[in-house]
């Protein structure tokens, strides 16, 4: 009989220690092991049922009553027997674990009775579903259980015959390609001819050694060679390897550009490729000169900042055309991803390297021109921040052992000329900007951007549209009609696409048979362009107390803003609106905040303030306005409105104040006063600190405008209102 548990105590054996139902046996052998145990072999005869044990002898005997099984003669019966039958005999000859003697067993065997049993004692059955089958007496119950198990093994071994065939199909293809292939080798040794695979590494050595790779690169290069020869070519390691030694072949180590040192030569591309632009200019000069004392000079790192269309990236290629160098452009704008500059770790499929590295290999120099564009863009996101990645691409100090996780090698970048591009510097992370130095780009004035029209735009454009210069010309009082009247920026992007407008007009002329040269002068603008888009109006705006003309800095080049102020009864409330920002709301409370205090200077009634709200608005309340500089212009049109003095609309004014009464200086003044010309105004306000500023404005700008530097907001509000009141007269 089966025992219940897996360990019992024999001195203290009970019936409910074993199971009821059991089987008679006969002892036919007993065998002896070294081991001491005694395993012996039975036959069984029949089932029987434990009616009583007695444990007190030497050894455990019992008491039983035979079980017979039903007789059981049904069509039902007969029928699960024999399917029992065949599925198993087929079982026998798929499981390599039965013997083929078997099958023929069961096919012989007839009884219900024993069939189930056989086959019961030669399925992987759990020991309680043994139980249960032999202490069931109906053969066509137990057929039932056992089929069960019958066409689940059978499901079994034929997934696992699918999977093996299927392996095996693999193996034996791959191991037929290996010695289909160790035969043609040896066939094409006996007719003396090459291995292709042999010819394909003796062509990887042959450029490997070309290459001249450092010590650290030669190492890795070789170690990839005995690794490529070992691996068969129909093997997917065979491509990762080969593609991995082609990029290390065709890397430019040790090849570099000649540079021309001629400065002069430089100095003329430069100026002939672009107009104005002088600090650029110059700071490639001094690195041109430099290099020419000193061969071994790393290459500066260089950051453009200004306004679009001002020519920050055709400036690289310039710069590239006068050293003599090759030019390389990534875009920066948008990048989320890490290993774009990084490159991706071998270990991954698919994996290439960074594109520093790629751009880099496919210009064939290890000294080009790099620019790199929009880098104030850059994103970070869960695959890692490109700008942190930038920091030792960018840092003299380091990128001469620029490590690529693609190569895993470390590659000199300290010859590489960086340039990068951006429009402001703010969103670039601080350690980054660190590392590059920034050359200020400021907008265009008129005469600049009708020297560039003259120059390059309408040459451009003439030859675009398929014009000869012949057929059209541009009258230099037209070219000023169109940036005064259908631009407004600090580029000549817009300018360059309204010239293409009136070329294109032009070009149809042509095509439909006119003949007669075309000669754009002002008054064609209209009927080329239509009707004027950008409208001059500050000067004829007529002067009314509370409004003030201020001046701000975009990233876009600089602009005009208006600043109105009113009030009315309530309870010394100050409104602010215009979607301005935490800084510029603070200088509106700051100028308050000096107004009240000096209201005996100014003679304002002081309690005018506690019995009423001001109100401060910038028009354009849709787009988002902030910084300090707005700080003079918002507390004049505060005094404005409570003087109930008008300023003159065509005078303009920037500059932080303090509670104390301090004027500060502020940055981008260059743009600010570029933008005030444009915008038609005629006298500027600044702070006495950005005097020095003034220096880089234009000499045919400066003629246009009088200025006016203050160190306090008391002199800064005086003189506004002297200056209005003497243009009423």
């Not at 208006?562 to 602010?576: D, N, P, R, V």
């Not at 500060?664 to 105004?681: D, F």
């Not at 530097?709 to 243009?727: F, G």
Request: hydrophobic fraction near 40%.
């Amino acid at each position: 009989a089966l025992q219940r548990k897996e360990e019992i105590d024999e001195a203290h054996l009970t019936k409910d220690d074993i199971y009821r139902v059991g089987c008679v046996a006969r002892l036919i052998k007993t065998l002896n092991f070294p081991d001491g145990s005694t395993h012996v072999l039975v036959e069984g005869l029949s089932r029987c049922k434990l009616q009583d044990l007695n444990t007190e002898e030497e050894y455990p005997t019992a008491h039983y009553k035979m079980i017979e099984d039903e007789q059981d003669d049904s069509l039902k019966t007969e029928a699960l027997a024999r399917n029992a039958s065949e599925k198993f005999q087929q079982l026998v000859t798929m499981s390599p674990n039965l013997p083929d003697e078997l099958a023929v067993a069961i096919f012989n065997m007839g009884e219900p009775q024993q069939l189930s049993d056989l086959i019961a004692t030669n399925l992987p059955i759990p020991p309680e579903v043994r139980q249960t089958l032999l202490a069931d007496n109906k053969p066509g119950h137990r057929l039932k259980t056992l089929m069960e198990f019958v066409n689940r093994e059978y499901q079994i071994l034929k997934l696992g015959t699918k999977i093996e065939n299927k392996v095996h199909e693999t193996f034996t293809k791959t191991q037929r390609e290996i010695f289909l292939r160790e035969q043609l080798k040896t066939i094409q040794k006996e007719l003396g001819e090459d291995d292709p695979q042999a010819s394909e590494i003796l062509e990887l050595e042959k450029k490997l050694e070309e290459a001249k790779l450092p010590q650290e690169a030669r190492e890795a290069a070789d170690k990839e060679l005995q690794r490529l020869k070992a691996v068969p070519s129909a093997s997917p390691e065979h491509g990762v390897i080969r593609t991995y030694l082609d990029v290390l072949s065709e890397l430019p180590w040790n090849k570099s550009t000649e540079d021309h040192l001629d400065i002069l030569a430089a100095e003329k591309i430069l100026d002939k490729d672009h107009y104005g632009l002088e600090k650029v200019k110059e700071r490639i000069l001094e690195y041109l000169s430099v290099l020419k004392l000193k061969k071994d000079m790393k290459g500066p790192i260089l950051c453009l900042a200004g306004p679009p269309g001002v020519g920050k990236t055709s400036l690289g290629k310039s710069v590239a055309r006068a050293l003599g160098r090759e030019f390389v452009r990534m875009s920066l704008g948008g990048m989320h991803d890490e290993a774009e500059i990084r490159g991706h770790r071998r270990t991954y499929i698919g994996a290439m390297p960074g594109r520093i590295v790629e751009s880099i290999r496919r210009c064939g120099a290890n000294n080009p021109v790099f620019m790199l564009d929009e880098i104030d863009k850059v994103g970070a996101d869960f695959r890692g921040d490109p700008a942190s990645a930038l920091l030792e691409v960018l840092d003299p100090e380091q990128n001469s052992t620029f490590n690529d996780h693609y190569l895993d090698i470390e590659f000199d970048l300290s010859k590489v000329l960086f340039i990068t591009t951006a429009n402001m510097l703010d969103t670039i992370p601080g350690p980054l900007r660190d590392r590059m130095e920034v050359i200020r780009i400021s907008g265009y004035t008129l005469q600049e951007k009708v020297h560039i029209a003259r120059r390059y735009l309408v040459p451009k454009a003439i030859k675009a549209h398929g014009l000869k210069r012949t057929q059209i010309k541009f009258a230099k009082e037209a070219l000023e009609g169109i940036i005064d009247g259908y631009t407004a920026e600090a580029g000549v992007r817009n300018l360059e696409r309204q010239i293409a407008n009136v070329c294109r007009k032009v070009a149809r002329g042509f095509a439909e048979g006119k003949t007669r040269p075309v000669e754009i002068t002002p008054r064609k603008l209209k009927g080329f362009l239509g009707s004027v888009k950008v409208e001059k109006d500050v000067a004829e705006r007529k002067a009314m107390p509370g409004v003030v003309t201020g001046l701000a800095w975009t990233p876009y080049g600089g602009d005009i803003l208006f600043i109105e102020a009113t009030h009315m009864a309530g309870k010394g409330q100050l409104i602010l609106t215009g979607s301005l920002g935490d800084v510029m709301k603070e200088s509106a409370r700051a100028a308050l905040s000096f107004l009240q205090s000096h209201a005996t200077d100014f003679k304002l009634d002081e309690g005018l303030f506690a019995k009423s709200d001001i109100h401060i608005h910038v028009p354009a309340g849709a787009t988002p306005k902030d910084g300090p500089s707005a700080g003079v212009a918002i507390a004049l049109a505060m005094l404005s409105m409570l003087q109930n003095k008008p300023v003159r609309p065509d005078l303009a004014m920037t500059g932080e104040i303090s509670l104390r009464g301090r004027v500060l200086p502020v940055g981008g003044v260059k743009e600010k006063v570029l933008a005030a010309a444009r915008a038609g105004i005629k006298h500027i306000m600044l702070p006495e600190k950005n005097r020095i500023d003034l220096d880089e404005i234009p000499a045919d700008v400066k003629k246009k405008l009088t200025f006016k530097t203050v160190k306090t907001i008391d002199q800064a509000l005086r003189h506004a209102l002297k200056l209005s009141e003497n243009s009423t007269k």
